[in-house]
Nanobody
Framework: QVKLVESGGGLVQAGGSLRLSCAAS????????MGWFRQAPGKEREFVAA????????YYADSVKGRFTISRDNAKNTVYLQMNSLKPEDTAVYYC???????????????????WGQGTQVTVSS
């Protein structure tokens, strides 16, 4: 079993930055893809970014490409989401998730992620 705990959310003005962290415990961290998703009020959960086992490959939603960076430190069992140039439309609860399938392919489909954190609120004021 894997347990995920997010941190780092908060209130920031438009144009500002935040870094989210997701600490994992349980199964060997370097053996599964990690992703970040977000859900705004009244909207469905959407994919934000994902990173491969080793951290060598990453994939981003078009809406965050060039502004957000996902990274991982397997020695610390932690995945990060650096968010720059934040916009009010980035306001949402952000969730990290683990795809525990024994394949290295990055997926954007929430249904392929087995384990989810509790979420952390990010609010961007205009």
């Amino acid at each position: 079993q894997v347990k995920l705990v997010e941190s780092g959310g908060g209130l920031v003005q438009a144009g500002g930055s935040l870094r989210l962290s997701c600490a994992a415990s349980g199964r060997t961290f370097g053996s599964y893809v990690m992703g970040w998703f977000r859900q705004a009020p009244g909207k469905e959960r959407e994919f934000v970014a994902a990173i491969s086992w080793s951290g060598g490959n990453a994939y981003y939603a078009d809406s965050v490409k060039g502004r957000f960076t996902i990274s991982r430190d397997n020695a610390k069992n932690t995945v990060y989401l650096q968010m720059n140039s934040l916009k009010p439309e980035d306001t949402a609860v952000y969730y990290c998730a683990a795809d525990l399938r024994p394949i290295p392919t990055i997926t954007v489909a929430a249904g392929h992620y087995d384990t989810w954190g509790q979420g952390t609120q990010v609010t961007v004021s205009s």
